[in-house]
């Protein structure tokens, strides 16, 4: 990785971003939530320089009731069909917005409706006071929305892919995964990317989020077999890109892989995995839409071959 594959659209980099994942990385799951805020930080005047030119943005839809049940439609003009990739944030289920800085998860979007997509960002309710199952009843609603309406804006409703990180690709696995939650519109959803996926629910002693796992999922350890994604795994699950930092909050990589590794057995056949060496929980998430694209490479790739035909 070099200093000029970090900078945003190509743009010269003095390569102290490169210098600073070099150094955060091996010390990060030290100080995770101070990590994630200094990484944000970092990368967000990055992505302000990054490429955006002919992305139009409708911003604060409703697609619920409740006040943080919200999103924005990037796209760009003209076009009809695209495949759409719907976007849920990360948070350890009680934190997080769809906008974590004026750049940071917007950059997804952005990356993909630049590369021929429609990309919705959701905002989700969070614990303690909207417990499991509320992040895949909103996925549920969020797709619901996007099968009504996203004709509008070019996509195509019958091409849906359901995007998560850390946390909110919990709740896109759970909506993907398990049969209590599906509904009509999951016929629409045309694949699955879990990025950095807290797909396991675990308040073990290795786990630094796990009192924040409790306020979701409860307290009580004998059920979170029962709630955790990557155990209803089966023949019909939809296809599934994963990917991972190499420098993760504790145990991700362990949940990513444990989906991978459950895909391929149910199925006979291992999904697409990726492993972004050099990266963290954040910068993982953070660097889309920036000059270094092996991971948006392998995304679009995953979405080309995926895409239904119009």
Request: with cysteine; aromatic share 10%; glycine share 8%.
């Amino acid at each position: 990785m070099t200093s000029a594959s970090l900078a945003s659209g190509g743009a010269d980099a003095p390569g102290e971003l490169e210098h600073f994942l070099a150094e955060i990385g091996p010390r990060w799951s030290h100080s995770v939530a101070a990590n994630v805020r200094e990484v944000v930080a970092r990368y967000t005047p990055y992505l302000a320089r990054a490429p955006k030119a002919d992305v139009n943005v409708t911003r604060d839809i409703a697609y619920g009731d409740d006040p943080r049940q919200r999103l924005d439609v990037f796209a760009t003009p003209g076009g009809t069909g695209k495949p759409v990739v719907l976007f849920v944030h990360g948070g350890a289920f009680v934190d997080g917005e769809r906008n974590r800085s004026s750049e940071v998860y917007s950059n997804v979007l952005y990356y993909f409706a630049r590369h021929g997509c429609v990309g919705i960002n959701i905002e989700y309710r969070l614990a303690p006071e909207h417990r499991f199952p509320a992040g895949a009843e909103d996925v549920a609603l969020a797709l619901r929305w996007a099968v009504a309406h996203v004709e509008a804006f070019g996509g195509a409703p019958d091409s849906i892919f359901l995007m998560g990180h850390s946390a909110g690709a919990a709740h896109v696995a759970s909506y993907a995964y398990d049969l209590r939650f599906r509904d009509t519109s999951h016929r629409n959803v045309a694949g699955v990317i879990v990025v950095s996926g807290r797909v396991r629910a675990d308040n073990s002693k290795w786990n630094p989020n796990a009192r924040k796992v409790e306020a979701y999922y409860g307290e009580d350890a004998s059920v979170y077999d029962d709630v955790s994604p990557v155990t209803h795994i089966a023949a019909d699950s939809p296809p599934t890109f994963i990917a991972f930092a190499e420098y993760e909050n504790p145990l991700i990589d362990v949940y990513c892989l444990e989906l991978a590794y459950r895909l391929a057995h149910t199925l006979r056949r291992a999904p697409p995995v990726m492993r972004l060496a050099g990266h963290n929980h954040t910068s993982v998430i953070a660097h889309v839409n920036t000059a270094e694209d092996r991971l948006g490479e392998g995304m679009r790739a995953f979405v080309a071959s995926n895409r239904r035909a119009a």
